[in-house]
T-cell receptor, first 113, second 115 residues
């Protein structure tokens, strides 16, 4: 059973398009996260939701919009894709944002042409 | 602001031997958590080990153990009896226990296992 799943695993698209990445966790966790890993492997938090409420919103272009329809899902929508958006995007979840370990999804490699 | 530094971009070790990966961090807080994550070529981020700052005892998970030196703000990972499957990027991460619960990540160390 996959604990944190993301779809798609690979996404290749043209500049200017709008795309979404979906994340689901079946761990019963209350908190979910989106991270971006650039080509140099550096990981950076983008957003975090706790019980469907936004608790972390780092300096991210407003072309990126997270959506949490319920506690088990946190989707990432990206408008007007740019070349610099190419990266691997990781979803993660934890029970408690302050104390618990975060468990990661397999990542989505986004390539913008 | 907290920072995490991994000073070794790449390390290599002979299979079955022991290797230590370094991590230092900077914080003014006393209550926090430290993690080592592993990222193999499959890209999956896998938790290796976790340490609570209030615990003096070093965390251990099978062949993986840490040397946590709170005063020195050092958190190294020791891998004993290295196996080919240990080859991966290893990331050290810090998280405050009090506010802004995001993980602060190091730049990673690429571990190569020589057969």
């Amino acid at each position: 059973d996959t604990a944190v799943s993301q779809t798609p695993k690979y996404l290749v698209t043209q500049m200017g398009n709008d795309k979404s990445i979906k994340c689901e966790q079946n761990l019963g966790h209350d908190t979910m996260y989106w991270y971006k890993q650039d080509s140099k492997k550096f990981l950076k938090i983008m957003f975090s939701y706790n019980n469907k409420e936004l608790i972390i919103n780092e300096t991210v272009p407003n072309r990126f919009s997270p959506k949490s329809p319920d506690k088990a899902h946190l989707n990432l929508h990206i408008n007007s894709l740019e070349l610099g958006d190419s990266a691997v995007y990781f979803c993660a979840s934890s029970q408690d944002p302050g104390t618990d370990t975060q468990y990661f999804g397999p990542g989505t490699r986004l390539t913008v042409l | 602001a907290q920072t995490v530094t991994q000073s070794q971009p790449e390390m290599s070790v002979q299979e079955a031997e022991t290797v230590t990966l370094s991590c230092t961090y900077d914080t003014s807080e006393s209550d926090y958590y430290l993690f080592w994550y592993k990222q193999p070529p499959s890209r999956q981020m896998i938790l290796v080990i976790r340490q609570e700052a209030y615990k003096q005892q070093n965390a251990t998970e099978n062949r993986f153990s840490v040397n946590f030196q709170k005063a020195a703000k050092s958190f190294s990972l020791k891998i004993s009896d290295s196996q080919l499957g240990d080859a991966a990027m290893y990331f050290c991460a810090y998280r405050s226990a009090n506010s802004n619960y995001q993980l602060i990540w190091g730049a990673g160390t690429k571990l190569i296992i020589k057969p």
